[in-house]
């Protein structure tokens, strides 16, 4: 044997000793690392885990792997273990939390995912949605570890909603007090109804029942979210009529916007009679009824014992907003909403005196049906008078400023009713301006 050929057997034997002992030097730091976290104190681990998460913050799988000397499925399971006895007191959650999160969301790093999940990680993530006595930044904490469950792909978001996932999720978006929270609960929500077949009805159903919550953004969001899953369920499901003709009551103008605009792609749908017919009959709320036809002293005790609530006026005055850009939008959509009388009760709440919104909105709305169907223009006249009817004609945004008592009796009591045959598409011809 050479000489040249014996040096590089030499340095082959040495290379191969000296990569033993760096991993049995690796091995040992390991295990004295994970026999300190063992031993250590809930403030030491506390220390263990803020070292962690600055250190590996972004690191991918494989670079956890080097860090702990391919042991690092050790760490997480003594981390994941430390949370399933701790959470429900709160003790370091956030750390906890977090220092999973960079286990799950490493790159190439479903192996960690895996075994999170096999020891219950799902339903622990959902417990702590449930439990009052945590912090608000410690469920956000949790929400984000279910996106990346659920980002994981189809068999991942089916686990969460087998776990009754969406019945937790959506009520902490009802009860959360953070935007930042429950904008974090949205993209979760959003993610679970895509890609997700199997149970995307059941999220659908969860964001319709959240409409009705107190939460004004929990509203908002669920409104938005549910315009993107509609296309994706295809047939509208009939509990949204209801719910969202409620959310109409909000005082919240961004909370109305949402509402009328997932009402406009409902109407693509087999609820739009039912929606349509709804729109009209909120223009007269029940007690405007049941003041009509008594005398004035007994209407005046009426009005002052059985006020209708705020909610309801604010409601009504989103009716005919909504009915308003209705007939803007499509000229069937006006002949559908007329023919179900939609022209007698938007003057109906033009004689509304206790909301000038209800007045303002709905004198809108019905000059445009006015100039958009002569036969409606003659039934408003006839009923009116002239005057009046020039009146509103002149300047329909600013008619309430300006009627008298009289005229705004003449709105609230009249008994306009436009026969089929006369709002039939033959009658129904474009005035011109």
Request: aromatic residues 6%; proline residues 3%.
């Amino acid at each position: 044997m050479s000489i040249k050929v014996k040096i590089h057997s030499l340095e082959r034997r040495t290379a191969v000793i000296m990569t033993s002992i760096k991993e049995q030097a690796a091995i040992s730091r390991l295990m004295g690392f994970l026999q300190e976290w063992d031993n250590a104190t809930k403030a030491a681990r506390s220390h263990i885990l803020d070292n962690f998460i600055k250190a590996n913050q972004g690191k991918t799988g494989p670079e956890l792997e080097l860090e702990f000397s391919q042991g690092a499925s050790l760490f997480l399971a003594r981390i994941t273990a430390w949370l399933r006895l701790t959470y429900m007191y709160g003790t370091y959650l956030d750390r906890q939390l977090k220092s999973i999160g960079i286990f799950l969301s490493a790159a190439s790093s479903l192996r960690y995912l895996i075994e999170f999940l096999e020891v219950g990680g799902v339903l622990t993530l959902l417990e702590i949605l449930g439990l009052n006595q945590l912090k608000e930044a410690d469920k956000r904490e949790s929400i984000k570890l279910l996106q990346l469950v659920a980002n994981a792909g189809r068999k991942y978001k089916e686990l969460i909603c087998e776990s009754y996932g969406v019945r937790a999720i959506a009520e902490f978006l009802a009860i959360s007090k953070s935007e930042e929270t429950q904008e974090q609960v949205q993209i979760l929500l959003d993610s679970l109804g895509h890609g997700n077949p199997k149970y995307q009805n059941q999220v659908y159903k969860g964001l319709v029942a959240l409409l009705p919550c107190t939460s004004p953004k929990a509203q908002q969001l669920s409104l938005q979210t549910l315009r993107t899953m509609q296309a994706i369920v295809g047939p509208a499901h009939p509990s949204i009529v209801k719910a969202v003709l409620g959310v109409l009551r909000s005082v919240h103008l961004e909370v109305q916007h949402e509402a009328i605009q997932l009402i406009q792609d409902l109407m693509a749908y087999e609820v739009r009679p039912a929606l349509l017919k709804g729109l009209v009959e909120l223009l007269k709320p029940p007690g405007m009824e049941a003041a009509k036809g008594k005398g004035k002293i007994l209407e005046e005790l009426v009005t002052h014992h059985l006020a209708e609530p705020l909610s309801v006026h604010v409601q009504q005055a989103a009716a005919a907003k909504t009915i308003g850009i209705l007939a803007k939008d499509s000229t069937k959509l006006a002949e559908e909403l007329i023919q179900l009388g939609a022209v007698h009760g938007l003057m109906c709440a033009m004689g509304n005196q206790d909301h000038t919104g209800s007045q303002r909105q709905a004198s809108i709305a019905l000059e445009h049906l006015v100039r958009m169907f002569p036969t409606v223009a003659e039934h408003v006249r006839k009923a009116t008078g002239e005057r009046l009817f020039q009146l509103f004609m002149r300047d329909a945004k600013t008619l309430y400023m300006n009627m008298d008592v009289i005229q705004v009796e003449i709105l609230a009591s009249n008994k306009v009713t436009i026969p089929e045959s006369e709002s039939s598409p033959e009658r129904m011809l474009h005035m011109e301006d």
